[in-house]
């Protein structure tokens, strides 16, 4: 008896010795297999754009040109003072940039915008009612003025070019889908307006033209922000962006002419008045993005929408000066503001 139960007790020691191995192997086939990692959603390492605007007519900037005086109260004396102003003008804003990716959350940007308006204004002949010119300036015949000349009509074209020039660096604060970026960096930019007046006598001849260029050039910081909303998994976004920036410069503004009547060619004086000051400037955007694909961070994307960009102080108003060569209608400088449709072509690599 003793016998059999130590064949017993090793035959269970050994069947448990044998199985073990198998238990093992089935536990390693058990076990479950880490799961592969998904690829990160990477971003554009280089974004291009390419930009146009067509810029609607407006009437921030007013620039007034002439003035005629009609008669007052008792029809004998000709003291009411009636100004002619012309606008700024429509035309259209050309834009263009690169951004580059230098981090996971940072991006290094430059970007050029090109503007160019312009607009005509005429007064209409005035047979009874003199016209007195507010551009012409310098001296007139026998010395006196040339601001203080009558005539019966007068013709101004006045143009704005402006060039703008941002460089800045962005930060991705990261909201998921909706993609917000802070900036900051600095911006140059140079204005140019050029004016000319040509005024008439009551026959329709010219007796003088005048000449007014006037040139804002500064820089300062910037500040903005920008975003994009994506609906849902499809291919089109909302986008939108604020960006502000001061720009510390000077403006300086040249006046001449000349009279050209019966009496022959004599050039009005010239002169040049020129003020350093501080230029605010607003850029605005809103407008609906449509990706080439559901991958929106690579690929080709055109954007669709309505901007409005506000240039504090950086045009000239037109004024005329005295023969000292003083303003003496109103501030030296203007606000120009433009607004219009914009289409841009983005790509993302």
């Known amino acids: 008896m003793g016998g059999t139960m ?14 073990t191995p198998a238990f093992a192997a089935d536990a390693d086939q058990a076990a479950p297999a880490t799961p592969a990692q998904e690829a990160p959603v990477t971003t554009p390492r280089l974004n291009v754009f390419v930009e146009g605007t067509y810029i609607f007519n407006n009437n921030a900037n007013r620039l007034p040109y002439a003035q005629y005086f009609g008669p007052n109260v008792r029809g004998q004396e000709y003291t009411n003072a009636y100004p002619y102003t012309v606008g700024s003008g429509k035309g259209y804003e050309i834009s263009a940039g690169v951004a580059l990716r230098v981090a996971p959350h940072v991006s290094l940007g430059l970007a050029y915008t090109g503007l160019r308006t312009n607009q005509s204004g005429d007064t209409g002949m005035f047979p009874d009612f003199a016209i007195n010119t507010l551009l012409a300036g310098g001296r007139g015949r026998g010395g006196n003025p040339g601001i203080a000349t009558s005539y019966n009509d007068a013709h101004v074209k006045t143009s704005v070019a402006g060039d703008v020039f941002d460089f800045n660096a962005g930060y991705d604060v990261g909201l998921g889908a909706n993609e917000v970026t802070l900036i900051g960096g600095f911006r140059y930019a140079e204005f140019h307006q050029n004016t000319d007046a040509w005024l008439y006598d009551s026959e329709g001849g010219l007796v003088t033209n005048a000449h007014r260029r006037s040139r804002f050039s500064g820089v300062g910081p910037e500040l903005g922000l920008k975003g994009e909303h994506s609906f849902g998994p499809g291919v089109i976004s909302l986008e939108g962006s604020v960006l502000g920036s001061l720009l510390f410069g000077e403006q300086r503004s040249f006046t001449n002419g000349a009279w050209v009547d019966s009496e022959g060619y004599d050039p009005l004086d010239s002169h040049l008045v ?6 605010k400037t607003l850029d605005a955007e809103v407008g609906l993005t449509f990706h080439g ?14 901007k409005v960009n506000y240039y504090g102080g950086v045009v000239d108003t037109a004024n005329g000066s005295s023969g000292d060569g003083k303003e003496f209608y109103g501030k030296t400088s203007a606000d120009l503001l433009v607004h219009g449709v914009f289409v841009r072509l983005n790509y993302k690599m």
Do not use: P
Not at 7 to 12: D, N, V
Not at 293 to 306: C, D, F, I, K, W
């Open 293 to 306: 694909s559901r991958e929106r961070n690579h690929g080709a994307a055109l954007t669709v929408g309505y």
């Open 6 to 19: 130590k064949k017993t007790a090793l035959s269970l020691l050994l069947a448990s010795a044998l199985s």
């Open 274 to 279: 020129a003020h350093s000051h501080v230029a």
